[in-house]
């Protein structure tokens, strides 16, 4: 299996601050990326697939880069409800691995 | 609009099998460009892929769990359904249905609100 590494595992943060999240695949993944957003007691929400395209209706403030292992999901100017887990899947093969989460939290 | 709901007993005892379904609402299963997976999320832990179905009746599976689960598709009822046998308190978890597109869209675009699957006696 392709292991999804995430960093940091959360962040504290203001509004209005830019937020930089880090996910690593342990092998190379081409751009077969997706990011998506979790808050409590809700289901996954899909951000951005593969690796850079923002899902419809998701905010322009969201972005996402990255290719091979190292991609990166960019929030810049928090707003509030951006207070969420954020998680990184792997979509190059199977099974699907996602990343162990980045709790964004308000400081 | 596409919408998918998961259902099934949210207690199951040890030993016994967990057998959850998923209805799609606001369009066809049979749809182009999508298999149908289930994800699971034990309580503040992170997201792990059960497996998936295609319209074809083909299947995946995660191979830590292959040897328990059978997915299927009932095209006639718009559902496809999860069963996992021989289960222990390791498997309580959200267990969440979703769409996964293939193609150039490869990701998990549609979600259920996931249903808490307890196993316990």
């Known amino acids: 299996d392709i292991q999804m590494t995430q960093s940091p595992s959360s962040v504290s943060a203001s509004l209005g601050d830019r937020v930089t999240i880090t996910c690593r695949a342990s092998?190379?993944?081409?751009?077969?990326l997706a990011w998506y957003q979790q808050k409590p007691g809700k289901a996954p929400k899909l951000l951005i697939y593969?690796?850079?395209t923002l899902q419809g209706g998701v905010p322009s403030r969201f972005s996402g880069s990255g290719s091979g292992t190292d991609f990166t999901l960019t929030i810049t100017s928090l707003q509030p409800e951006d207070f969420a887990t954020y998680y990184c899947q792997q979509a190059t093969s199977l099974p699907p691995t996602f990343g162990g989460g980045t709790k964004v939290e308000i400081q | 609009q596409v919408q998918v709901q998961e259902s099934g007993p949210g207690l199951v005892k040890p030993s016994q099998t967990l057998s959850l379904t998923c209805t799609v609402s606001?369009?066809?299963?049979?749809?182009?460009?999508?298999?149908w997976s289930w994800i699971r999320q034990p309580a503040g832990k992170g997201l792990e892929w059960i497996g998936r179905i295609f319209t074809s009746g083909t299947t995946n599976y995660n191979p830590s769990l292959k040897s328990r689960v059978t997915i299927s598709l009932d095209t006639s009822r718009n559902q496809f359904s999860l069963n996992l046998i021989s289960v222990t308190a390791a498997d309580t978890a959200v267990y969440y249905c979703a769409r996964d597109a293939y193609g150039d869209s490869r990701s998990f675009d549609l979600w259920g609100r996931g249903t808490l699957v307890t196993v316990s006696s």
């Open positions: 092998q190379g993944i081409y751009s077969w």
């Open positions: 606001g369009g066809s299963i049979s749809s182009a460009g999508y298999y």
């Open positions: 593969p690796a850079s």
